[in-house]
């Protein structure tokens, strides 16, 4: 079982990645529209764009998992990894 101090290194991480996810994504919609207004093909940029989003939100959905272990942990609990239900389960 994981203690408190790895549970919050993989908070931290993980809210990191998210982070640099939303910063990824800004940077993405800016250029399909862009690419849009000079009448280019978005095609690709969206597929990417959707790509992001997909994967920023394994991620918020990861961090939310990490989230509730760490609360039935401070709750003295020792919860199955598989007891977690999926976010937004």
Known sequence: MENLAQLHAKLD???AEIEKGVAHLIKQRARVAHRFGESEDVT???????????SQLLH????????R???????????PSRAIPPAGA
């Open 60 to 67: 918020v959905q990861h961090r939310d998992r990490l989230r």
């Open 44 to 54: 690709h940029s969206r597929e990417l764009l959707a790509t992001l989003e997909d």
């Open 13 to 15: 991480r993980t809210q």
């Open 69 to 79: 272990k760490l609360d039935w942990t401070l709750a003295g609990n020792k919860a």
